[in-house]
């Protein structure tokens, strides 16, 4: 079966506030078999819109990854991110 990937795109403009978000979002990921991948570090955009921030988390599938995101306690923690970045998030079924 193959892995799922939450990808997300992201420009914090609150770095303080933005923390309660990684706080809490960290062992929500977790619960759902989602490991980081990518969780910021050196990056270059190449092509498209300019994002501050990249990351990539991995999950055992793809219903994994959409179960976290679409879940109503990550979408209340969700509310955090965006009021407090510019974010642009994915959702993708691996090979």
């Not at 403009?13 to 490991?35: C, F, K, L, S, V």
Request: hydrophobic letters at 35%.
């Amino acid at each position: 079966m193959p892995k799922g990937y939450v990808i997300g795109h992201i420009t914090v403009e609150n770095p303080e506030a933005y923390q309660e978000y990684i706080r809490r979002d960290t062992p929500m990921i977790a619960a759902y078999g989602g490991r980081p991948i990518v969780r910021g570090g050196t990056g270059e955009v190449a092509e498209g819109p300019d994002f501050a921030r990249h990351v990539v988390f991995e999950f055992p599938d793809y219903e994994s990854a959409k179960a976290l995101y679409y879940s109503p306690e990550y979408q209340e923690v969700a509310k955090i991110r965006r009021e407090n970045a510019t974010s642009m998030i994915v959702l993708v079924e691996g090979v």
